[in-house]
């Protein structure tokens, strides 16, 4: 896999950074002349994993970072790579399953991963307790025509 | 993010403005239970016309005030989503609980003659 225009973001673990998360992944994909859909499918992919590594990754006052990568695979994919070095999670396959949730309260759905991998090609999951998460989504843009 | 509540009879009318995330969602939540409160309305429409983002948390804050309302025989109706919202609505079976309508007049309608 050849990862060319290799863009690293670092950026304060905090849900106010939600919707600036979406604009840098908007800004990065435009260049590749992305469908309307295309891009609200990464916006949307973007913003449940950074709200993750957010809400889940860094939970209660503690504080950290989240770590965004991206990368175009030729011909035109994206490789979005979105980290976190919070609790991480014990059990990923769990954590993946629709309507799976550890909130306790009542306004969590358990549907993020389940966007995540509807809205993407692949998605793979790295995790460890007590070392963090890391998130990758790769996206295959319909702009390539080979006539 | 931005709301305007409107009511009628019944019915509170939701209608949200721009990007609905989990950022906005906490203060989206707080706002319809405090005018819905405030107005002692029973049934209560979303009207997401205007929605130009919405992630996951929408889910939430939907499935959230439906709980709510359900046990006090109220009713949510969802109104005039995009075709990216409603599929991620669809993603958690939300329409097989809560009604769709391709405007919020519908919805009211639909709510209003429900009461009588
Ligand atoms: N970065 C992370 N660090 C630690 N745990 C995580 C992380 N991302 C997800 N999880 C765990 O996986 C579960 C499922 O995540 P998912 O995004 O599918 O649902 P949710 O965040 O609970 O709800 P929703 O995204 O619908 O509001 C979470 O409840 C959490 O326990
Ligand atoms: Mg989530």
Known sequence: MIMEKILKIQMDAVLENQGLARALAAAYVSEMDPTVDELTEIKTAVSEAFSNAVIHGYPGDMQGSVYMEFAVVSPANVM????DHGVGIEDIAKAMEPLFTTDTGDERSGMGFTVMESFTDRIKVD????????????KKLDTYYDF | MDMIFNIKGNVLIAELFGELDHHAAGQVRTDIDQA???YGT????????????MDSSGIG?????YRKLEP???KVAIASCSLTVR???NMAGIFSIIDYFD????AIAYLTGKEE
């Open chain 1, 80 to 83: 979005i790579k979105i980290t």
């Open chain 1, 127 to 138: 995790s460890r307790p007590g070392e963090g998460t890391t998130v990758t989504m790769i």
């Open chain 2, 36 to 38: 819905m409160e405030a």
């Open chain 2, 42 to 53: 029973a049934n209560l429409v979303f009207d997401f016309s205007k929605i130009t983002f």
């Open chain 2, 61 to 65: 804050v939907i499935l959230g005030r």
């Open chain 2, 72 to 74: 006090e025989g109220g």
């Open chain 2, 87 to 89: 599929n991620i609505l």
């Open chain 2, 103 to 106: 405007t919020a007049e519908e």
